[in-house]
Every structure is written in C-alpha cells, then in structure tokens.
C-alpha cells in the first residue's frame, strides 16, 4: 500500500528537550516536506526537499532542521523546543511535478510545555 | 505573494442540501488547484484538483471548476451526507522558476458539519 508514515503521532515534551519526528514514504518519490497545521492559518510549509542531500528552507523554518539522506526518510529536527511550535505536523511527498498530487501522512501532534 | 481565501466556517447543512465552498486565490505564474479534505483525526487527502483554466476536477459528487478569469476554484456537491463532515482546504501549487521549490499554499479550512 503506497503511505507516509510518521512517527510518533503523538508527543509531549518540555522546552529545550531535543526531538526527531521521522517520515517515511514507500512511493519513490523524489520531493518531500514538512507542515505544521495551526488554527486559522492552514498549513504553512517548514521545509522541503526536492531529493536526497538536496534541503531548503519553506515558509516558516525557523527553530527546525531536517536532513535527507535517503530517499524514502525524511525526519523532522527540533534542537530546542519551544512552546510556540506546539501544532499539528504533516509530512508530504510527491513526484517531480507541480501538478501531481502530495501524500500527506498521518500527522503528529506536538505539545511543548 | 501566492495566498488563497477560503470562506470561514463552520457551515453547517441539512443532509441532502446544496454545498458551496468559495475559495479565491492569487498567484504568480499558473497554478494547480487543489481542495483537500481532512476527517478528524486523519492527515489531508486529495479531493480533486485542476490543471489549467476552465478545467473542471470531481470526485465522490463534489466538483470545482478552475476560473481563471475571477481567480476561483469554488466547491460544490448537490446532496451532502453526514459521511462529508469534515475540514476542506483550498490550495494552489506553483513552481518557483529560481529554487525549483514547489509548496501548496493552503487556504485556512472551512469546517462543513452535515446534520441527519
């Protein structure tokens, strides 16, 4: 079955603990991203990356990291936490092509106290 | 910048009513379009999209027609049921000609309730 997993869905954690939130996709595709979801807002892109070793920044990238090593994992990197990314985090994967369809997992719930 | 406008909810209907979602969007370029839907407590599933103007996109009863001419991709189905409750989102795509980054842009959500 073609999916994006995430993992953990759900975590609670304290300001400055360092988290990794992984994604997963089986689909071989080439680009993948990172949302956090906030009430009001949509969805707001973090960062994407078009294949491996190959990052950027998106929209609102600021207290994140991610890396790209292999093609199907994309982990999400909080160094210092804050309670200002307390939010709901989707990552996403599609082909090479602006008109294809993302797949987004699950979802991850985040609170930061 | 690209943005999208989407109306503010919650809507709630009657099973059977007529559903119209409006979403307007601005954009460098040309877009893809896009309404996603989200049940609670799942990820964003594709609901339809559209390419290129005056194309029209469906799935399930629902449909949107790309109007480039009043930048809309409004969404519509004759008869809700209670399984359509749930948020829709709008979104564009576009590809940056200089990064080569392609992000959907997202409208706020519209919550649809659907009453028996």
């Known amino acids: 079955e073609a999916q994006v997993t995430q993992n953990p869905r759900y975590l609670i954690t304290v300001t400055g603990k360092k988290l990794t939130v992984t994604c997963s996709q089986n689909?071989?595709?080439?680009?993948m991203s990172w949302y956090r979801q906030d009430p009001g807002l949509g969805l707001r892109q973090i960062y994407y990356?078009?294949?491996?070793?190959?990052?950027d920044k998106g929209d609102v990238p600021e207290g994140y990291k991610v890396s790209r090593k292999e093609k199907r994992n994309f982990p999400l990197i909080l160094e210092s936490p804050s309670p200002n990314q307390t939010s709901l985090y989707f990552c996403?994967?599609?082909?090479?092509?602006?008109?294809?369809?993302?797949?987004f997992g699950p979802g991850t719930r985040l609170t930061v106290l | 910048g690209n943005s999208v406008t989407q109306m503010e909810g919650p809507v709630t209907l009657s099973e059977e009513a007529f559903l119209t979602i409006n979403c307007t969007y601005t954009?460098?370029?040309?877009?893809?379009l896009f309404w996603y839907v989200q049940y609670p407590g799942e990820g964003l599933q594709l609901l339809l999209k559209?390419?290129?103007?005056?194309d029209k996109g469906s799935n399930k009863g629902f449909e949107a027609t790309y109007r480039k001419e009043t930048t809309s991709f409004h969404l519509e189905k004759g008869s809700v049921q209670v399984s359509d409750s749930a948020v829709y989102f709008c979104?564009?795509?576009?590809?940056?000609?200089?990064?080569?980054?392609?992000?959907?842009?997202f409208g706020s959500g519209t919550r649809l309730q659907v009453q028996p």
């Open positions: 954009a460098t370029g040309y877009p893809s």
């Open positions: 979104a564009l795509s576009v590809r940056h000609l200089d990064t080569g980054r392609r992000a959907l842009t």
């Open positions: 689909m071989n595709h080439e680009y």
């Open positions: 990356s078009m294949n491996v070793e190959v990052t």
């Open positions: 996403a994967s599609s082909s090479d092509s602006s008109t294809d369809t993302q797949y």
């Open positions: 559209a390419t290129k103007a005056d």
